[in-house]
């Protein structure tokens, strides 16, 4: 890499923050330190976790037909066909 000291350095600490940033919350330790109470939970809504939750159940009902290693993801559809 042609990056210089500076820039490989803040690349190293933000990949070292990023994996101690919790995968499920979103938080790092740091932002709990000085305050235990620094965030509160509140329930949002997104369309994304909708539709994959409905794919979901419709994929257990269906396991069977899908080989082991299936999972179910977000993408866009094909753009659809002009007549």
Same mark, same amino acid.
Not at 45 to 51: A, N, Q, T, W
Not at 73 to 82: D, K, N, T, V
């Given at each position: 890499?042609? &990056? @210089? +000291? ?6 190293? &600490?933000?990949?070292? +923050? ?11 330790? @740091? #932002? &709990?330190?000085? @305050?235990? &109470?620094?965030? /509160? ?8 976790? /909708?539709?994959?939750? !409905?794919?979901?159940? @419709?994929? #257990?009902?269906?396991?069977? #037909?899908? +080989?082991?290693?299936?999972?179910? !993801? ?7 066909? /002009?007549?």
């Amino acid at each position: 890499m042609s &990056w @210089d +000291r500076a820039d490989r350095d803040k690349a190293l &600490w933000w990949h070292i +923050r990023q994996a101690q940033t919790c995968p499920s919350c979103g938080t790092h330790p @740091d #932002e &709990w330190a000085d @305050d235990p &109470w620094a965030f /509160e939970a509140a329930p949002t809504h997104c369309r994304g976790c /909708e539709v994959r939750a !409905q794919a979901d159940e @419709d994929f #257990e009902k269906h396991r069977k #037909e899908y +080989r082991r290693g299936t999972s179910i !993801q977000l993408r866009r559809p094909p753009p659809a066909e /002009e007549a």
